[in-house]
């Protein structure tokens, strides 16, 4: 293994041995040594620090920031060590180990190399190089005035702090007089280095965009976490006058959430979470700090008002703040989302716009595709819908997909409970950021489910009509079919049958006058019957329609008694179409005369924006309403089996209009 490869497991290695010696020697020190809660904050740090530095090392080993924790982990324990070293050795039983007073002050005096680490880190975070050539001279002011600190402080020693106070230095004291300009001047460099590296996070994020930007956000949500834990720890001192579980729990968290931060800003790991993570973290603890003010103001106006110590004070305020919980905490975390992490809060506001306007009927449930592809900002995205009859997905027309689209790459499965809804397919940066997508899918929901139901049913309702359509068209081929047997068949047979009776009648002689009378009968009678059999095929389906809808209805007008004006267009039309318009241009026409006693009637037949259009309108009585049964209900579901529609006005007195409209682009 390579060098390089091999000392992030060798400095790991020191780390823990030194954590495991420090744990021994402050165990050995008994009284004297340091408690559980100082030996779990101090570890949590070490290796928080150690874990995350030998990650960064082994997978970025010219990164600098690894190298940076690894060093702060060894500058930790090792101090940490130093002092339980000198508790056992300089305190619990002096003399049993060499060099505790050499430990003592090394533990004593090392104090600004704690904050090397985390200044060097704020420098060269994210990627280990300064925000820009300008912050040089900062960067090497800091380097001096902390090398020369940490030299100067080990001469500085007349007595070390508790409870090392009766241990003497192994090193001489300089003189005040130069001890004391030469810290000044350094302590004002540490300072003016400490100011700057925030100033140089500022100034990094303020020119940063994209996923710099999102590795600082990650940073600052982990710092956020060290003033928290200054006012808990103040708070608790304020209250108990003691250090408590409420300062150890909060040193520990940062010792953690520090190093953690940074290890995943770094690799990169889940950075689009850090906008969802720093909402919740801010509405919660704004939502903490008012439901806390608002108990303790309840509490202390009840308890004035009905004495110290009641227990009605207490559950007043409780009911309070579990009541208030809910809406104060959505309307915190809307402001917090409007500021913080706008894409969620615009994402979440459209839908909610258009969840209000689908209450109100002013959009179609289908368009929540389109709603998503903006509320998610991406164009790319389509929504089909999950047909369960159909075992397949479907658009959001109703149209069946049969292989879903290879693009965009990211598909998104949509369930509501245990029913499936269909598949998102969207950008695959949007895996990047579960909360915008998880959130926008969960309060679009409804609008999801619904127009999945209204995809179905209107994939039913077309299954239908074509259904309609096949059996009209099954009835018309069985019309047809009817009038070739019948003008073929029956019309023929009795025309012959006629002939030759008249045949026979010419060959008879005069003296058999009575036969041929019987004959001129029979010939009747066959001719009526043919004309009958031509009147009932003339009604299966009119053979004018072979010459087009302009001659048929022309036809009909010229059987019609009274007087019927027609204007249509010489255009052919497929044959369902022309024998429905046809068939309600005969009804329409047999209404006017056996019913509404009309004298003129006018067809027109046009075409209009690819529609076929048929009016008919007559001066009759009017007042034609069309009832279950009757001819006008049938007109108008042959014409919507075709996906046309027939209106009827029809007032008393002013005649009627009938008009059927069928498309044909």
């Keep these: 293994m390579r060098p390089s490869r091999l000392l992030p497991w060798v400095l790991l290695a020191i780390g823990l041995a030194s954590v495991g010696l420090a744990f021994a020697f402050s165990t050995l020190a008994g009284d004297d040594g340091d408690g559980f809660s100082t030996i779990i904050v101090v570890s949590a740090g070490v290796l928080a620090c150690l874990g995350v530095g030998v990650l960064l090392t082994v997978r970025l080993p010219r990164q600098p920031i690894g190298w940076i924790l690894l060093a702060n982990a060894l500058v930790i324990s090792s101090i940490y060590l130093a002092a339980s070293y000198g508790q056992y050795a300089a305190l619990s039983d002096p003399g049993i180990l060499p060099v505790s007073d050499w430990a003592v002050l090394y533990s004593d005096a090392s104090w600004p190399l704690f904050f090397v680490g985390v200044t060097a880190i704020a420098y060269l975070f994210p990627d280990g190089h300064l925000p820009s050539p300008r912050w040089r001279p900062i960067a090497t002011v800091g380097a001096l005035s902390f090398s020369c600190m940490i030299l100067m402080t080990p001469f500085n020693r007349d007595s070390f702090s508790a409870p090392f106070e009766e241990i003497s230095s192994p090193l001489p004291t300089l003189p005040e007089a130069i001890y004391t300009p030469l810290a ?35 940073l600052a949500l982990a710092a956020i976490s060290m003033p928290l834990t200054l006012v808990g720890c103040m708070v608790e001192g304020l209250i108990s006058g003691d250090v408590g579980w409420v300062t150890f729990l909060g040193i520990t968290v940062v010792q953690v959430v520090v190093p953690v931060a940074i290890g995943v800003a770094v690799l990169r790991y889940r950075l689009y979470e850090i906008d969802r993570l720093i909402s919740l973290t801010l509405t919660y603890v704004v939502l903490t700090i008012l439901l806390a003010l608002g108990f303790a103001a309840i509490v202390l106006a009840a308890g004035v008002a009905l004495g110290g110590g009641s227990t009605l004070a207490t559950a007043a305020a409780t009911l309070v703040v579990v009541v208030a919980f809910r809406p104060l905490r959505d309307r915190i975390q809307d402001k917090v989302d409007h500021r ?8 979440l506001h459209q839908v909610d716009q258009f969840l209000t306007e689908l209450r109100l009927g002013q959009v179609e449930p289908e368009d929540t595709g389109k709603v998503l592809a903006g509320a998610l900002q991406d164009p790319t995205l ?78 039913q309702l077309s299954e239908v009509q074509q259904s309609r359509a096949r059996i009209l068209a099954a009835a018309d081929e069985e019309r047809k ?47 009526q019957s043919i004309e009958e059999l031509r009147e009932l095929a003339h009604g299966v389906r009119p053979s004018a329609l072979d010459q087009g809808l302009a001659a048929a209805l022309r036809e009909l007008a010229a059987r019609a008694p009274i007087k019927t004006d027609v204007e249509a267009i010489p255009e052919r039309f497929d044959d369902q179409i022309e024998a429905a318009v046809y068939f309600v241009a005969s009804e329409a026409l047999t209404n006017a005369v056996r019913h509404a006693g009309a004298s003129r009637i006018e067809m027109v037949a046009s075409r209009v924006n690819g529609d076929l259009i048929l009016e008919v309108s007559d001066d009759g009585c009017g007042g034609a309403v069309s009832v279950a049964g009757s001819g006008l209900a049938g007109l108008a579901d042959r014409v919507e089996s075709l996906d046309g529609r027939l209106l009827i006005t029809s007032d008393a007195g002013n005649g009627t209009r009938l008009v059927a409209e069928l498309p044909c682009a």
């Design 481 to 527: 079919r009817l009038e070739r047997d019948l003008h073929d068949g029956a019309q023929q047979r009795l025309v012959a049958i006629g002939l030759e009776l008249r045949h026979l009648q010419h060959g008879l002689g005069k003296e058999d006058v009575k036969i041929s009378q019987v004959l001129n009968s029979v010939v009747e009678g066959l001719a």
């Design 340 to 347: 913080f992490n706008p894409d969620r809060y615009e994402g």
């Design 382 to 459: 389509q929504l089909f819908f999950w047909l369960p009859d159909e075992n397949c997905h479907a658009d959001a027309g109703g149209h069946l997909v049969s292989e879903l689209p290879e693009s965009p790459a990211g598909r998104t499965p949509l369930r509501r409970g245990d029913l499936r809804l269909g598949t998102l397919f969207h950008d695959e940066v949007l895996f990047d950021r579960p909360g915008l997508l998880e959130d926008v899918i969960l309060k679009a929901g409804m609008a999801i489910e619904i127009a999945r139901l209204r995809v179905e049913v209107r994939r």
């Design 184 to 218: 000044s001047v350094f302590l004002l460099g540490m300072a003016v280095t400490l100011i700057g590296a925030v100033f140089a996070l500022r100034s990094r994020f303020r020119h940063s965009d994209g996923i710099e930007r999102l590795q600082i956000k990650w």
